[in-house]
């Protein structure tokens, strides 16, 4: 710019365009003026600051602390650091907006040692840049609130599978518990309530962005999320009950500290016995009703309830009993490979024995096994000494045959990944179990996050969820996500709830994982045609370049 009068002129010229890109209505503005308005940007620290804050408070909308309407705003922030800059350096802010949000959402991973926590969140953060590629592309499209929302839960599906079965929590769908989203669990399933959400948020920006114009558009976007998000509420999905069950869920703690299963689990199975012989002796006095099954937790046996004879006889002893199956979550050898071990639900019925089997589908990677054992990190490091062998994972989703009961079965971790109960639930289960331990998280919020995903499973599959921890939380829940009973951390009880029975399928059991799939192809496909039209704008650069004589 030219110093002098000239200079000054002009300078107050740019001054004067600035102003009445932001002060006149955008629809009436040269198209100049409005690209200026939209590509107007903040300061780089000010961007970094709005990342930052924007991540913890997404953070804060899980449990244990829950603030479930602070989605929206956060994921608005995370479109105002990015908004004008280009795809270079959009990922930057989301890097940093990743970072806080899986730190802080995760934090219960600490449990298991510092280093475990600051790598696992360093991968699950580094996907928030994709995340911030695919947000700059979107922006530039008239439509950009749905394409920002699609690549939003197109990364969370991916982070959710990749890489050794991915990390689902922090989906913005298991934050949904108790608000009006989750109502829609029954029709769109997870994914779909997922992108209601981002889209809820990324519109919020748009209508920010379009605060001055009050346009009719504006009220019609928000007229439209207003129906969308309130439709289930007043359109409820109806699940027909088929009967009735009564089961009991044991939750028989952990001796000591309550964080190390292995160390004591013949204590662990012996509570478990003892407080199935004690609902025996209830029932039999007419204290309680009677069971038709009794579920035990994950890891109420931690070694091969099969090959053990003091496990395998106290079993025996609570199953016969009590007179009716139980449901034994245990570490079985693989019978293909000494090597290999595999964590199960085995129904135990009395005076016969084993029965129905369910194998976890999804092992916890350096928790339960270890990928490229011995290569990339030494068997030696840290806790990874605790696993000698490796957890096979499971195929078969096939519902578990409980007595007359069709029941679809989770184990751990298995309630945050969809395919599983979902799969079983299509295939006739008439109920959901979840067998959990969790006991070395038993002072963490993660107990809160994984109930909540129990919850929004009953919703979700319109079934009832009974869910049996070693160590807390257990529960009984309703199809509508009301919790009908419920153990807190620690406690050493039985629940026996009469519960209902379904063969209901709801629009999200029959849609399965599609959606998600087809996330993952819009991912795919946007980022595709991404890279043609920077193709094609490098070609056509280097053809004006070649005919200018200019570089």
Known sequence: MREGPGGRRQLRAIVSQAVACWSEAPSSLPHRCRRARVGYGLSVPLRCLLALVGGLALAAAFEPVG??????????????????????????????????????????????????WIAMCALEASFFVPLGLGLSWSMRHRAWPVWAALWWVGVETWRSGFPFSGMPFGRLVYATADTPWADALPWIGM????????????????????????????????????????????????????????????????????????????????????????????????????????????????????????????????????????????????????????????????????????????????????????????????????????????????????????????ICFDVAYDEGIGGQVARGAQLVTVQTSNAMFSRTGQLAQQFEISRLRAQETGRWVVVAAINGISGVVRPDGRVVASVPARGQEVLVETVGLSDTLTPAVRLGVWPSRLVLVFLVGHTALAFAAYRRRRRGNRAVAATTGTR
Do not use: C
Request: a negative charge.
């Open 67 to 116: 603030f479930a309407w602070l989605m929206p705003p956060a994921i608005a922030a995370l479109v105002f650091s990015v908004r004008g800059l280009r795809p270079g350096r959009a990922w930057m802010p989301t890097l940093l907006y990743g970072i806080t949000f899986t730190y802080a959402v995760m934090v219960w991973m600490r449990a298991v040692g510092t280093d475990a």
């Open 191 to 410: 994914t779909g309530v997922s992108f209601l959400v981002a889209l809820t948020g990324t519109t919020l920006a748009w209508l920010l962005i379009h605060l001055r114009s009050r346009t009719r558009t504006a009220y019609a976007v928000l007229a439209g999320l207003a129906v969308v998000t309130v439709a289930p509420l007043l359109v409820p999905f109806h699940v027909d009950e088929s009967g009735t069950t009564t089961v009991a869920a044991v939750q028989g703690d952990v001796p000591g500290t309550g964080l190390d299963v292995v160390a004591v689990h013949r204590d662990v199975t012996a509570n478990h016995v003892r407080l199935t012989r004690e609902l025996a002796d209830a029932v039999a006095a007419g204290d309680e009703p009677e069971p038709d099954f009794v579920v035990w937790p994950e890891n109420s046996t931690a070694v091969d309830p099969f090959t053990d004879p003091g496990v395998h006889a106290g079993i025996i002893a609570a199953t016969d009993a009590i007179g009716v199956p139980v449901v034994v979550g245990g570490m079985s050898n693989d019978p293909l490979d000494d090597g290999h071990v595999l964590n199960q639900g085995i129904v135990y019925q009395p005076g016969l024995g084993s029965g129905d089997r369910y194998t976890k589908r999804h092992p916890v990677p350096y928790g339960e096994y270890i990928p490229f054992r011995g290569s990339l990190i030494p068997e030696s490091y840290g806790k990874l000494r605790m696993v000698p062998r490796d957890m096979v994972r499971g195929t078969s989703l096939e519902p578990l045959r409980v007595g007359d009961v069709l029941v679809a079965d989770a």
